[in-house]
């Protein structure tokens, strides 16, 4: 069975690359392109196994996002990796990485090696 990963970022680009690599290494993939896009679809019941979440969107905000997703008894098991180009001012980022599962700048990872991090997250090592 397919592992499923959500996507959470407003940049087309970025989603689709990523997307299409995860897609290649076997995971079910779907999109969200904001915060309250990501929440109506898992209280839709598409819970993922895990979420890549971009912490600059519309509106409500990435960190707000992994607050409610860690917050909530239905999804807190979710593992949650906040992939951001975003470099934070001093304790703002100890915030999110005690929440998030993991914590990575986008510029540090290269496609293949994200998928290969997050499946590890998943106690798995296919790719």
């Avoid at 409500?60 to 979710?78: A, C, F, H, S, Y």
């Avoid at 915030?95 to 994200?114: F, G």
């Amino acid at each position: 069975m397919a592992h499923k990963l959500l996507i959470v970022d407003d940049s087309k680009g970025c989603s689709d690359m990523y997307k299409m690599r995860f897609e290649y290494a076997d995971w079910e993939v779907k999109i969200a392109a904001s915060a309250e896009k990501a929440i109506e679809m898992l209280n839709k019941e598409y819970l993922p196994d895990a979420i890549l979440l971009d912490i600059m969107l519309p509106k409500m905000q990435g960190d707000e996002l992994l607050g409610i997703v860690k917050n909530n008894p239905k999804t807190k098991d979710i593992k949650v990796v906040v992939l951001t180009a975003l470099n934070f001012v001093s304790g703002q980022e100890q915030t999110i990485t005690d929440k998030a599962d993991d914590y990575i700048l986008k510029i540090d990872i290269m496609p293949d090696e994200l998928v290969k991090r997050v499946t590890g997250l998943l106690g798995q090592t296919r790719c």
